[in-house]
């Protein structure tokens, strides 16, 4: 059964990246999926949903914190 991972593509130093669903059998397909869509992107980095959510609860502590 597939599993869901999420993917984002960015270009370092520039205000730019591309967040996308991706479903893969395991981590390994996650990777090789990701990398075959990159296009112009120069980093590509994936993530389990449970890591994607910790991340973007990180982001929205430390916004809600700085203003």
């Known amino acids: 059964m597939p599993e869901t991972f999420i993917g984002i593509n960015y270009i370092p130093n520039v205000n730019h990246?591309?967040?996308?669903?991706?479903?893969?059998?395991?981590?390994k397909d996650a990777v090789k999926?990701?990398?075959?869509?990159?296009?112009?992107?120069?980093?590509?980095?994936?993530?389990?949903?449970k890591q994607f959510i910790k991340l973007v609860t990180k982001i929205k502590v430390f916004i809600e914190g700085g203003l």
Do not use: Q
């Not at 990246?17 to 981590?27: L, R, S, W």
């Not at 999926?33 to 949903?49: C, F, G, M, P, R």
């Open 17 to 27: 990246i591309y967040v996308y669903k991706i479903e893969a059998e395991n981590y």
């Open 33 to 49: 999926s990701a990398k075959e869509n990159k296009s112009n992107y120069e980093k590509v980095v994936v993530l389990t949903e």
